[in-house]
């Protein structure tokens, strides 16, 4: 059984930086890809970033040059350094593991304030 469990979330002013963390346990095998997703009130989830097992990243076109997705693959954890945040940032944040299945954390909330 695979488990994400996000942290980081938070009250940020605009301009300000968080750093999400997402920790996969259980069996993960090292061929995978993970990202981050975000769900803003009354929208629909959208992509983020994705960042692939021999380090390939893509990100939205909305947080690139603000974001940054990284890995430790030794600790089976996914990262998501936020700076420069807008108030359209705001929203909650999930993490997604791709392992054959597609696989989500219960999301971090996010909330960047004008």
């Known amino acids: 059984q695979v488990q994400l469990v996000e942290s980081g979330g938070g009250l940020v002013q605009a301009g300000g930086s968080l750093r999400l963390s997402c920790a996969a346990s259980g069996s993960i095998f090292s061929s995978n890809n993970m990202g981050w997703y975000r769900q803003a009130p009354g929208k629909e989830r959208e992509f983020v970033a994705r960042?692939?097992?021999?380090?390939?990243?893509n990100y939205a076109d909305s947080v690139k040059g603000r974001f940054t997705i990284s890995r430790d693959n030794a600790k089976n954890t996914v990262y998501l350094q936020m700076n420069s945040l807008k108030p359209e940032d705001t929203g909650v944040y999930y993490c997604n593991l791709r392992m054959g299945g597609n696989y989500w954390g219960s999301g971090t909330l996010v909330t960047v304030s004008s």
């Open positions: 960042i692939f097992s021999g380090g390939t990243t």
